[in-house]
């Protein structure tokens, strides 16, 4: 069997019962209609050999760092999003929300890849410095790009997997796989990612998705829905590109 059936396998294993337990309370009618488009997309994140091998702690080093660097420079951009929803938005509450998102993730998630990096021995400059991967170029380039043309819906839908992804995959982790934590290097991803601060953020994009998609045309909710769908799929790709350090062939 080959890896790419391997994990068809172990997503297909992966039952809606499960993922219906990890859904978020309050989700209204379009978020719920963009989490069954993404079911499969999401499944096969969840049983990547990359996750299967963070759980168990059994991930080469080698490969947690790859993904580390990556992710930072990934996270660089991504938070690029947060100021496109600040500037998008219309009402203080969702402007001061946005920069609060956009400082969080500079201060509390960008600090677990600083921490990690130090204890790598990886400098704070080799870390910024990292050269995107093509995955990682395609991904935020396309999101800061759908960000940028589009509406306040666009931006939301766009970064929606990134939040609520990572929370239903670390807070699934933990529920499923409580050996996660045990782990001496590991523990501190899946304890971010975990966290009531963690989910209590993404649950706030659902719901802003939700309130965004009230009563807009089917045209709208189908670019939305295109969107999120993207994104979804580039989770899967950089999960995939991690596991095997993909980078530039020349
Ligand atoms: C690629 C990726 N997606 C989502 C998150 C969560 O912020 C992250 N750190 N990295």
Not at 92 to 119: I, P
Not at 148 to 166: E, H, I, K
Request: aromatic share 12%; charged share 25%.
């Amino acid at each position: 069997m080959t890896k790419t059936d391997q994990t068809a396998q172990a997503a297909a294993a992966w039952t809606p019962a499960e993922h219906e337990q990890a859904e978020s309370p309050g989700r209204g009618r379009f978020t719920a209609r963009l989490h069954r488009s993404v079911q499969r997309v999401w499944a096969g994140c969840h049983a990547h050999p990359f996750l299967e091998e963070l759980r168990s702690g059994s991930l080469p080093l080698d490969v947690f760092a790859y993904y580390m660097k990556q992710d930072y420079v990934f996270l660089k951009d991504y938070v690029k999003m947060f100021a496109l929803g600040s500037l998008k938005a219309r009402d203080l509450e969702t402007m001061g929300k946005f920069a609060d998102l956009l400082q969080q993730t500079l201060n509390v998630e960008m600090e677990l890849h600083r921490q990690y990096a130090e204890r790598f021995g990886i400098t704070r400059d080799e870390l910024e410095a990292t050269e995107p991967a093509p995955v990682t170029l395609a991904y935020t380039k396309y999101m800061l790009d759908a960000g940028a043309q589009g509406t306040l819906g666009d931006v939301v839908a766009s970064l929606l997997p990134c939040m609520w992804s990572y929370s239903e995959i670390g807070s699934e982790a933990v529920r499923l796989h409580p050996e996660c934590l045990d782990h001496d290097l590991y523990r501190e991803w899946f304890v971010m990612y975990s966290s009531d601060e963690f989910r209590s953020l993404a649950d706030w994009c659902v719901q802003l998705m939700d309130q965004l998609a009230e009563g807009l045309p089917e045209r709208e909710l189908a670019r939305l829905e295109e969107r999120f769908v993207t994104t979804s799929r580039f989770e899967y790709m950089f999960w995939d590109m991690a596991y095997r350090k993909a980078a530039w062939d020349l």
